[in-house]
């Protein structure tokens, strides 16, 4: 069982409690969602019309949908209309001004993580200048996806520079019309990332990096478009595992990917926004529409995630192979504890012929949480030889907690193959009695067998951050035994 | 060095022990003896510091501390260490990562910088090649997918890392080849003569051969009927535990 008082929990609170002031005077719209309130918004941002129009129709859809209600979670329904939807960025003179001026807890936490200081920084919303280390990092690494052609830039700035691109894609892959929280996105989005990868380029850095770097006020409607060209590749990590800030309680989010012949994409994430207290008080409500499309012949979409945060996880990462001997992968790890709710899976859309699909769930649940698997795979009648693999397994720790798995499967195509396998276990308490037997404290023993169960998701994750997702995971669950 | 006097266990409020004297000093080898169902698991749990085990009178000490207050891994931490009949399975963790982390917790207990990855391995692969196992066993999963020989090999190769002052080595002989067995004779010789203290808990003597104990003492019905030199395992040997009952 979660104890209820542990540092963590103490001060991601305090953390919160403390987060931004809102600045009034400047930049903000009212609270409430209308028309005039998208037009200003979109005239704020300068945005050229198509994009309006586009927000309008999305804005129009919205009107007319309700929140899905299918999802393994509970909360008081959200009040659309006491939610501000447009506010301007902080101004450095709001920040701290250097990490002296920021909670120690939270530096702590930094500390066990083992983020590099500049990106504390960052993450604690320090003001930085353009002396800072990390502006220079990410110019070098500017200038370098610039040579390889690669266009990387926030979304607000592509919609500007390449309509064209924009035009193509946008909405491609999640139409505005396609869920509540989708058409909530396109109606509203902040801002996020675009990404390019022309013909036959391998995006020679992992777009990590300078993400982390410039992920402090990314914003609560972000949206983000990826494009693979032919025979390109890149890999995209989103999130940090330092628990991130945010003022704002919802969070909808859309990812679009696009992957054209033999090209691979790389999604992964880290999300570790506030969970909420150890009463369940508060936390972030994350409802999230990733989707990618295996547009091309033999193309590649692998989706990771290792989900630590949020009061409600609503997430379902999917991939619609269309090419012919497209690949769709998906990895998760998915930790709740104390009151936290997370439904996520993933869905698998097989068009294409000799279409293969895996699917690797693992739960961790603690405290009184929930944890639910929802995964739908689809076989179409077109997808002759389509193969699924998907595995589920589920930890508990405690008796307080719950997991549930709902696999769907749709085959319509007789010589396709899909394969389920799942369990669920628990701790042993012979496995924690051994481990610190030889010498372990509860805690690293816990963390141990946890990260053993998530150790086949790990590998997926790039390189130098599967060393993070490890100390994470022993964070996350700090207090979670005795 | 450790010292166990007149101890008394009970499990969910049944006495399974009573009146359990042994002491161990350092690099002597006891043997505790007793047909199946006499308390000998009971004891080493009680030993460990399981809490699902009451201590309802008695004493426990190693070195003259009082282990009866210290939790499970602090008594590790005193250089306790039991060699279980039957090892855990944790899948994902490999055995090397579990050996750093062990090495680890009892250096940063020592005030000891973590191990380097360099001079572990070159730790473990000494203490492997004692125990018989070969190397590619330190990257697969923890006991995972491990013969009953090979489990206890590894409690082995765990206990030469460590070189425990005492160690409690609950049937590891039962079930093991005679290859297995010499082995892992050889590899208790070796702590012994380092200074570590054995107490070998078995039902029958399979390793007599390979060691030589200072101190065999027979179990039943949760007491120590009669402790003795090596002889008293030979009359088991013999005549069977009967030969003891009152």
């Not at chain 1, 269309?322 to 068009?351: L, P």
């Amino acid at each position: 069982m979660c104890a209820a008082n542990t540092d963590l929990q103490q001060h991601l609170q305090q953390r919160y409690s403390a987060g931004f002031v809102t600045d009034i005077e400047t930049d903000t719209l009212p609270a409430g969602l209308n028309e005039t309130v998208i037009r200003q918004l979109s005239a704020k941002k300068q945005e050229p019309e198509y994009i309006l129009n586009w927000r309008l129709q999305a804005f129009q859809r919205w009107c007319k949908m309700k929140p899905p209600a299918w999802a393994q979670v509970q909360h008081t329904p959200i009040d659309f209309q006491s939610i501000v939807y447009y506010s301007s960025p902080k101004s450095l003179a709001d920040r701290p001004k250097s990490l002296d001026e920021v909670d120690p807890e939270l530096l702590q936490t930094y500390e066990k993580l083992g983020i590099p200081l500049y990106e504390q920084e960052m993450l604690a919303g320090v003001a930085v200048d353009a002396i800072f280390d990390s502006v220079s990092v990410a110019t070098t690494f500017k200038d370098t996806l610039a040579k390889a052609g690669v266009i990387f830039c926030p979304i607000s700035e592509a919609i500007q520079q390449y309509p064209e691109l924009i035009k193509a894609y946008l909405g491609r892959v999640v139409p505005p019309g396609d869920n509540f929280y989708a058409a909530l996105n396109a109606a509203v989005f902040s801002d996020g990332s675009f990404v390019y990868v022309p013909e036959g380029v391998r995006c020679p850095l992992e777009l990590s990096t300078y993400f982390r770097i410039n992920a402090a006020n990314t914003g609560q409607f972000e949206r983000t478009l990826i494009i693979a060209e032919k025979g390109s590749y890149v890999s995209y990590l989103e999130g940090c595992t330092a628990p991130m800030r945010d003022e704002n309680q919802l969070h909808a989010a859309v990812v679009e990917l696009v992957a054209l012949d033999d090209a691979e994409i790389k999604y992964s994430t880290v999300q570790n926004w506030y969970p909420g207290d150890e009463q369940g008080r508060g936390g972030i409500y994350n409802f999230v529409t990733k989707r990618g499309l295996c547009a091309g012949t033999r193309s590649k979409i692998s989706w990771t995630q290792i989900e630590t945060g949020s009061a409600i996880t609503w997430k379902y990462p999917s991939v619609i192979l269309r090419g012919d001997h497209a690949i769709g992968e998906f990895f998760s790890v998915a930790v709740t504890r104390n009151y936290q709710q997370a439904d996520t899976g993933t869905k698998m859309i097989h068009v294409g012929k000799n279409t293969r699909s895996t699917i690797l769930s693992k739960g961790i649940s603690a405290g009184k949480s929930q944890n639910t698997y929802r995964g739908l795979v689809k076989l179409n009648p077109t997808a002759t030889g389509a193969r699924n693999y998907t595995q589920c397994d589920s930890l508990l720790i405690g008796d307080g907690c719950s997991a549930n798995t709902f696999p769907y499967i749709e085959a319509g195509e007789y010589s396709g193959t899909v394969e389920h396998e799942a369990t669920t276990s628990k701790i042993a308490d012979e496995q924690l009695l051994y481990l610190q037997q030889r010498g372990l404290e509860p805690e690293q023993a816990v963390a141990l067998v946890v990260n053993g169960f998530c150790k086949d998701v790990f590998e997926q994750l790039p390189m130098e951050f599967a060393v993070e997702a490890n100390r994470l995971m022993q964070v996350s669950l700090e207090g979670c035994v005795g | 060095m450790l010292e166990i006097q007149s101890l008394a266990v009970s499990v969910a409020n049944k006495t399974i022990l009573e009146a359990i004297d042994i002491t161990i000093n350092a690099g002597e080898i006891h043997v505790l003896m007793g047909p199946n169902g006499v308390g000998k698991s009971t004891l080493t749990r009680a030993l460990l510091g399981d809490t699902g085990y009451t201590i309802e009178s008695g004493s426990l000490r190693l070195g003259g501390l009082d282990l009866l207050p210290l939790s499970i891994e602090q008594r590790a931490h005193q250089g306790l260490f039991v060699a279980f009949q039957h090892p855990v399975t944790i899948p994902g963790v490999s055995n090397l990562q579990f050996y750093k982390a062990m090495v680890n917790a009892h250096r940063q207990v020592q005030n000891l910088e973590p191990l380097d990855a360099i001079e572990l391995l070159a730790q473990v692969k000494q203490a492997a090649k004692q125990s018989g196992l070969t190397e590619d066993f330190l990257y697969r999963g923890l006991n995972d997918g491990f013969s009953g020989g090979e489990k206890k090999r590894n409690e082995l190769l765990q206990m030469l890392l460590l070189s425990p002052r005492i160690a409690v080595v609950d049937e590891i002989d039962s079930g093991l080849d005679v290859d297995a067995l010499k082995i892992i004779g050889q590899g208790i010789r070796h702590l012994q003569q380092q200074g570590t203290g054995f107490l070998l808990i078995t039902h029958y003597p399979h390793w007599l051969e390979y060691l030589t104990p200072d101190q065999v003492h027979i179990l039943l019905a949760g007491r120590i009927v009669q402790s003795g030199g090596v002889e008293l395992a030979d009359q088991v040997a013999n005549q069977g535990f009967q030969a003891f009952a009152a």
